[in-house]
C-alpha cells in the first residue's frame, strides 16, 4: 500500500523559512510527478508546484522566487523549501505523486502570523 507522509510544518512568523518533506513508502515505483498542493478552509484546494523526475519544475505565481521544490529520486521524496513566508501562505499543504494513479498526502498545517 503506498502512502505519503507529509512533514516539517508548524508556526512561523512572516518572513520566516519552513521545509516540507513529503516521503512516500510501500512504493516500488519512482512517481513521474511529485507535487505540493494547498488548501485554506473554504477555499478551493489550489496548486503550488511540481516536480519531475527528470528534474523539471513548476511553480505558482504566487509562491515564485520565495518557494523551491526539489526531490530524491533514491528516497522517493519530495522537499518543498519556503522562505519569506507571508499569512497568505497559511494552508494545510498536501502532497500528491502521481504513477499508476493519483496518491495523496493526509496534509500538514503551516501558519504564518503577522
Known amino acids: 500500500q503506498v502512502q505519503l507522509v507529509e512533514s516539517g510544518g508548524g508556526s512561523v512568523q512572516a518572513g520566516g523559512s519552513l521545509r516540507l518533506s513529503c516521503a512516500a513508502s510501500g512504493s516500488v515505483f519512482v512517481f513521474n510527478t511529485m507535487a505540493w498542493y494547498r488548501q485554506d478552509p473554504g477555499k478551493q484546494r489550489e496548486f503550488v508546484a511540481y516536480?519531475?523526475?527528470?528534474?523539471?519544475?513548476s511553480i505558482a505565481d504566487s509562491v515564485k522566487g520565495r518557494f523551491t521544490i526539489s526531490r530524491d529520486n533514491g528516497r522517493n521524496t519530495v522537499y518543498l523549501q519556503m522562505n519569506s513566508l507571508k499569512p497568505e501562505d497559511t494552508a494545510v499543504y498536501y502532497c500528491?505523486?502521481?504513477?499508476?494513479?493519483?496518491?495523496w498526502g493526509q496534509g500538514i498545517q503551516v501558519t504564518v502570523s503577522s
Open positions: 516536480i519531475t523526475s527528470g528534474g523539471g519544475t
Open positions: 500528491k505523486g502521481t504513477g499508476p494513479r493519483d496518491y
